[in-house]
């Protein structure tokens, strides 16, 4: 079954400044988003789940689908959903479900230790804890609670493949594996060119994802990002990263099969066959 986690930052969202009903609609869409972030319905159907008049319903994706200058993420020039075959798909959807995840893995550490030190308890360990407080207290500064201990390794691990990346350059290019190289070929970076902070981050959870994809999925990527301009495409690798599934969808769609098929192949099919053949 798939859910979203609702983040407490959306009180302080320009969504939240919408009317009562925009807000509601929006609150629906992340309800019924499934895993890749779309949202299958007619304007009918979803104002009917809603509750909202359909005219307001409506009015609600018109605002979904412009730009907003305000809003925090500036991916896509602020626009929270792009219409898809059959519905609509959450842009940043990609995004917030892999901050959900590591904020789900914080709590369940947090409760396993919860766990142990109640069993301790209960099973009369008291004392030996008691007796080794000293230690624990003289150690709290460095490793105040489990919560922190997994930032700290997070932080730690980040760190550690940048400075691989920067120690380690190859022929193939800064310690990196075939597939991110494969990624980062979509915007000509050079083989050396170490990667950031952000896009080692989205490269943890998006790697399961990126190493699924199909090799029609990698063809139509790779063709849509040879194009010289493509509409709406992502000009950054974390912003792609987090977002794979729904640029792969975006890529795949008619009109822009279409704008592929009608490019000149050297600047086209041919580059990204060039590209493909690499790997």
């Not at 893995?105 to 000293?134: D, I, P, S, W, Y």
Request: include cysteine; hydrophobic fraction near 40%.
């Amino acid at each position: 079954m798939a859910y979203t986690k609702l983040f407490n930052s959306i009180v302080t969202s320009t969504i939240w400044l919408e009317t009562d009903r925009t807000r509601i609609v929006w609150i629906t869409m992340l309800a019924l988003a499934d895993q890749n972030g779309e949202v299958q319905a007619s304007i009918p159907g979803l104002a009917h789940v809603a509750g909202v008049p359909v005219e307001d319903c409506r009015s609600a994706l018109a605002k979904f689908l412009a730009p907003d200058v305000d809003s925090r993420t500036k991916d896509d020039e602020g626009r929270r959903i792009e219409e898809i075959e059959g519905g609509w798909s959450l842009l940043n959807h990609a995004k917030y479900r892999a901050l959900a995840s590591g904020v789900d893995r914080l709590e369940k550490a947090a409760e396993r230790q919860r766990r142990f030190k109640a069993k301790a308890k209960r099973n009369g360990n008291a004392q030996v804890t008691h007796g080794n407080a000293q230690v624990t207290h003289g150690n709290a500064e460095v490793t105040p609670d489990l919560p922190s201990r997994g930032r700290l390794a997070d932080a730690q691990e980040e760190a550690e493949a940048i400075n691989t990346q920067t120690r380690s350059a190859t022929p193939r290019g800064a310690g990196k594996d075939d597939l991110q190289l494969r990624v980062e070929s979509l915007f000509r970076r050079r083989l050396t060119t170490p990667w950031s902070r952000a896009e080692l981050t989205a490269w943890k959870s998006a790697r399961p994802i990126v190493a699924d994809t199909n090799p029609a999925e990698w063809a139509d990527l790779e063709a849509w990002f040879a194009l010289p301009s493509a509409p709406y495409r992502k000009t950054d690798m974390a912003s792609l990263l987090n977002n794979w599934h729904a640029e792969i969808a975006k890529c795949r769609r008619a009109e822009n099969l279409a704008l592929v098929a009608s490019a000149p192949d050297a600047l086209a099919v041919s580059e990204a066959a060039a590209r493909r053949a690499s790997f």
